[in-house]
């Protein structure tokens, strides 16, 4: 596989540098025919949707901006390891949702050369999809992005 067949997913800093959050819009992004710019779109809304809980509040601003007082930076200390904790529990959920919903992509997070979130096609160093039971359970039925029902049994990923 060479690197040209990678979507790198943008992300950006939000929460006054806090937190980041994943691009959704496809507009700059070299999709290379791995996904429709809607299946982009919808996939990493979800993946923004369901990491949003593990993001900071107005009371971990506050915390760290009274971290003179020494006991709130602890507090903001344990909170923000919480989050982390969180945050990759979530992220981690998504990317299993993603690879149940689209078997013959692969996303995963990169740690090297930068941390990043890829997609890219499945395939046979990367292991086979995940059972089907799998995807139904995370997914909710929604294989490829549509639902199961709506689609016919010869469409279905297995």
Request: glycine share 10%; hydrophobic share 35%; proline share 6%.
């Amino acid at each position: 596989m060479s690197k040209g067949e990678r979507i790198i997913v943008p992300a950006r800093v939000v929460n006054g540098g806090f937190d980041t959050k994943f691009e959704s819009d496809p507009y700059g992004v070299n999709l290379r025919g791995l996904l429709t710019p809607e299946q982009y779109t919808d996939a990493i809304t979800r993946i923004n949707d369901d990491i949003r809980s593990s993001r900071s509040s107005g009371v971990d601003t506050a915390l760290l901006v009274t971290g003179p007082l020494i006991v709130p930076l602890a507090v903001w200390g344990a909170r923000h390891s919480v989050q982390t904790k969180k945050r990759k529990r979530l992220l981690k959920k998504s990317i299993d949702s993603f690879n149940g919903a689209y078997p013959d992509l692969l996303m995963r997070w990169n740690r090297r050369p930068e941390s990043c979130l890829t997609i890219e096609r499945r395939t046979a160093d990367h292991g086979a999809a995940p059972p089907r039971a799998v995807v139904n359970s995370v997914t909710g039925g929604i294989v490829g992005g549509v639902k199961e029902d709506a689609i016919g049994e010869e469409d279905v990923y297995v």
